[in-house]
């Protein structure tokens, strides 16, 4: 159990350092080079080596961590909207859960850390801020589709998906909001 909350920690930690990852790092100058700087190319010729990094650097990225887990270890996943039509994906393994939340001025706001399930109710602890999102399920649908409800904040409609488009939609809505929590 001890070795399930680290790595839900670690995970939480991951989706966090992610959306910072993904909008560069403080980088603002938004012009990509076009040419290597003088003098980079080798001069033995050999292309791997002019091809700036080794194959296995992806594997070290946040958002590649985060992907991979997700993508092994999902149970359900879920996309859907707000009353608003805010976008949300929600994904559940059997130790935690990542739910994100997308609005129209790309913000976002996300809750990734254990999680309870009641009844007809769900709360997911977020480990990085240490707060908590509580919803009902207040109608459940034969396809599987549900309506929550989240209190003062309104409802929300998710719909069952493959794993890998809601982990891809989950990434990139990280990829390019802002948090904001």
């Known amino acids: 159990m001890k070795t399930k909350k680290i790595l839900t920690a ?4 991951i989706m966090a350092c992610a959306v910072l990852a993904a909008c560069g790092g403080g980088n603002n100058d938004p012009s990509p080079s076009s040419s290597p700087p003088s003098g980079s190319a080798s001069a033995s010729g050999n292309e791997s080596e002019n091809s700036g990094g080794s194959a296995s650097n992806y594997e070290d990225d946040p958002m590649y961590i985060a992907a991979k887990y997700l993508m092994e270890n ?8 707000t009353d608003s039509g805010d976008d949300i994906v929600f ?11 997308a609005n129209g001025e790309f913000q976002n706001v996300s809750f990734v850390g254990e999680y309870e399930e009641g009844d007809a109710a769900y709360v ?12 009902e399920i207040i109608e459940l649908y034969e396809d599987g589709s549900f309506v929550c409800d989240v209190g003062d904040i309104g409802h929300f409609g998710l719909s069952p998906t493959d794993v890998e ?15 904001v929590l």
């Open 10 to 13: 670690i995970l939480a930690m």
């Open 74 to 81: 999902a149970e359900a996943a879920f996309m859907g909207a």
């Open 91 to 101: 994904i559940e393994t059997a130790d935690m859960a990542a739910f994100i939340i």
């Open 124 to 135: 997911i602890y977020d480990d990085v801020s240490g707060l908590a999102l509580s919803f």
């Open 165 to 179: 488009t809601a982990v891809f939609a989950m990434l990139l809505i990280a990829g390019l909001t802002d948090a």
